[in-house]
Structures are given as C-alpha cells and as structure tokens.
T-cell receptor
C-alpha cells in the first residue's frame, strides 16, 4: 500500500525567503506525482504535475523535482510572498494511474 | 473555462437524515472522482468514474453511500442515513483520463449533528 509523508507538517517563514517542502512515498512504482495548494475552506488547486519519466517541472516561482528511486519529491518556492500561505499537498499516482494517494500536507505561513 | 462545480457548499443535517451532493465536472473530462477529506488530512478516494462506469468504488461504504453518473457528465453522491462520523468535506475532481492532471471543485462541507 502506497504511503505518502510530508515534512514538515507546518512551516512559518519571513517574506522573501526561499523554501523547500518535502514529500516521500513508499512505493517507487509511480505513474506521476502532483503538487496541490489548498487555501482554508477551499478545494485543491493543481500546481505542478511531474510524469514518472521527468526529473522536474517549473511554473513561475515554483519548481518541483522528482527522484523516483529514492521515493522523494521536493517543491521549491522562490522569494516567498504572504499570498503563498496555504497548505501544500503532494499526491502520487500508482497502479498505472488508477489511484491517487495524498500526503497530509505542509501548512505554510509566510509573514510580512 | 469553467472549473469543477459542486453544490451545496455547506450542509448541516441531523444524524440518520439523507443528504446528496452534486458535481459538474470540467467539460470534456471523462474521469470523475469523489473524495472525502477529514480535517488536517489529505483527501481519500471514495469512487472513480470513467464516463458513466464506476471503475473503482472499493473505498465507498456501500451500506450507506451511493453514487451515480448517469449520462457520463454530472454526478451525485448520496449518504443515507448520515452518521456523526460522516462530517467532513466531500470533494469532486475531474480529469481527461485516468492518470491525467486532476482538477478539484470547492467541496461540500457536511456537518452531521
């Protein structure tokens, strides 16, 4: 059974800092990995999707990397802003894309 | 392009009452998912549809939960009767196909009293 862990569970940083969120998974036979953002009381917003054959994906100030062999992904946020405050969730597709397993998220707060 | 639409956004019911949630996926998306999210946890899959066929309902508590996607577009998730432990956020998501990027609706927050 695939298990996804995110560390840290919560993070508070000053504005402008570069930061890294970590995601690890137990079954390396993944189809792809997706990073989401969730604001309080809202649904999930897709940030980046990395196919199993890719090493990284970039979108604006976000960069996600994937190391399938070690079962790890990182989400790098450059020059953090207060608007980046949210919960960030990592999810992995296994079983040929049949099942998406989520981590419990990292709650990020970027302070002025 | 409109996103995934869900209604209602909030629902408060007494235990043992029935409740239904509705989802309209993004146009052209064949795959539809219902997830349950408890506070402080990631979403957990309840059921996945490919067009009108439920292809994965292994996590759906079938004694009280049911779902349908009759014409392969909109979907309804029903709970009857609701229990206190069903209080959670119910999320609907859609994608072009299995394994493709998923797009989520805003969710329905259910409170059972």
């Amino acid at each position: 059974k695939q298990e996804v862990t995110q560390i840290p569970a919560a993070l508070s940083v000053p504005e402008g800092e570069n930061l890294v969120l970590n995601c690890s998974f137990t079954d390396s036979a993944i189809y792809n990995l997706q990073w989401f953002r969730q604001d309080p009381g809202k649904g999930l917003t897709s940030l980046l999707l990395i196919q199993s054959s890719q090493r990284e994906q970039t979108s604006g100030r976000l960069n996600a990397s994937l190391d399938k062999s070690s079962g790890r992904s990182t989400l790098y946020i450059a020059a953090s802003q207060p608007g980046d405050s949210a919960t960030y969730l990592c999810a992995v597709f296994t079983g040929g894309g049949n099942k998406l397993t989520f981590g419990t998220g990292t709650q990020l707060k970027v302070e002025l | 392009e409109a996103g995934v639409v869900q209604s209602p956004r909030y629902k408060i019911i007494e235990k043992k009452q029935p409740v239904a949630f509705w989802c309209n996926p993004i146009s052209g998306h064949n795959t539809l998912y219902w997830y349950l999210q408890n506070l402080g946890q990631g979403p957990e899959l309840l059921i996945r549809y490919e067009n009108e066929e439920a292809v994965d309902d292994s996590q759906l508590p079938k004694d009280r939960f049911s779902a349908e996607r009759l014409k392969g577009v909109d979907s309804t998730l029903k709970i009857q009767p609701a229990e206190l432990g069903d209080s959670a956020v119910y999320l609907c998501a859609s994608s072009y196909g299995q394994g493709d990027e998923q797009y989520f609706g805003p969710g329905t927050r259910l409170t059972v009293t």
